[in-house]
């Protein structure tokens, strides 16, 4: 009977290892607990505080997105229930969901007004366990007004024995009614040393070979632009990357990819390649080009970028550092090349055909000059 016993517990291990192999570093590595978010140190001594008492208000979180809101609010639902109860005490809603004025009077209203059932006395010595339900309305700013105002007395008629969580990039799109009852946490882009601390951690566990440590990973911040989850995902591809690169290839041309292959050292310029940044020569030539003048060359130029498969939108960001941060313009012409490249911006944000707008930026930002 031991050994069978032994035998499942050993074939559990090797799934739950295998699951976890297998599993998007975004969630491997999401925050257990309070204590492994990182650079909100404001909003998590304020919940930290709020859980001794266990008695939490209804919570709005917003900030850019990569921050950590959402994994602030489930590690804190799992400090509070334990996972025995929390699928039963934690209901959340993204986007993906369809969030009009119905689910509001369903499917939320339904669980809000669902009585509490008591904890096992094994849940009550590990965890607070307190008498409410939380649900979370991830982005929230993308509920209709007339939702979040049905939401409003939802919130209101079950407030003893549910607390709300609404988390948004946007708090201007959440109605002043529904904002005004709830306690506001901001949450900010991640500061590069704590960011840095939770890649070296990634690396360290997944034992990644990078080339220069400090500078692969401040390159990968840097494009990330303070978003620790786009990040966490540049890394992760540019490992399997460097992985494939080093695989066997087998008889019919397949590459063999296997976990315990060490691959290559990732260097800065995978890690451009990866996230589509544009090589640094590349945009020189542009900005060169353009200040030339030459209609013809800069069709050329044009041309070369979309053919090597580059992103209108990127090639616009970087030649908005080149031009605005150019301390050889005047302002006058700064301001010309800021309101053409904020009308292509939106140009492309409208779905527009990028050849053509890449190719009237080029163009105009040299009439600027």
């Not at 990357?241 to 063999?256: F, M, N, R, V, W």
């Not at 013809?296 to 908005?320: E, P």
């Amino acid at each position: 009977m031991t050994s069978i016993l032994m035998q499942k517990s050993q074939k559990l291990d090797q799934y739950e290892q295998e699951r976890l192999e297998h599993t998007p570093w975004v969630e491997k590595y999401r925050p257990r607990n309070l204590d492994d978010v990182a650079s909100q140190d404001h909003a998590v001594k304020v919940l930290k505080k709020t859980m001794e008492s266990a008695n939490l208000p209804h919570m709005l979180f917003y900030g850019p997105p990569g921050t950590g809101k959402t994994s602030t609010i489930l590690a804190l639902s799992k400090q509070l229930y334990g996972p025995n109860l929390y699928k039963s005490r934690v209901l959340e809603l993204n986007a993906s969901d369809e969030r009009g004025i119905s689910i509001v009077r369903q499917k939320i209203k339904n669980f809000a007004r669902l009585t509490v059932s008591n904890p096992s006395k094994e849940d009550l010595e590990k965890y607070p366990c307190p008498p409410y339900k939380i649900i979370i309305l991830d982005e929230a700013d993308s509920m209709t007004n007339d939702a979040q105002a049905a939401l409003r007395r939802t919130i209101e008629n079950y407030s003893n024995i549910t607390r709300f969580c609404l988390i948004c990039n946007y708090v201007t799109r959440i109605i002043d009614p529904l904002a005004s009852r709830c306690s506001k946490f901001r949450f900010r882009l991640l500061n590069n040393e704590n960011a840095l601390n939770r890649l070296k951690y990634i690396a360290e566990q997944e034992h990644i070979s990078l080339d220069s440590n400090q500078l692969v990973l401040q390159e990968v911040l840097r494009i990330s632009g303070g978003d620790l989850r786009k990040a966490i995902t540049f890394l992760q591809s540019a490992t399997k990357l460097h992985k494939s690169l080093a695989a066997p290839t087998e008889e019919d041309g397949d590459i063999q990819m296997l976990d315990e292959i060490p691959g290559e050292a990732i260097t800065v310029e995978s890690i451009q390649e990866i996230a589509g940044v544009i090589p640094e020569n590349v945009i020189l030539e542009v900005v060169s080009t353009i200040k030339s003048k030459n209609s013809k060359s800069i069709i050329t130029q044009v041309n070369d970028i979309i053919s090597q498969g580059f992103s209108a939108q990127q090639v616009l960001d970087q030649l908005h550092d080149k031009f605005i941060l150019d301390d050889s313009l005047d302002s006058a012409t700064k301001n010309k090349i800021a309101k053409t490249l904020f009308l292509i911006d939106k140009r492309l944000n409208n779905g527009t055909d990028e050849h053509i707008q890449l190719l009237d930026l080029c163009l105009q930002i040299a009439k600027s000059l």
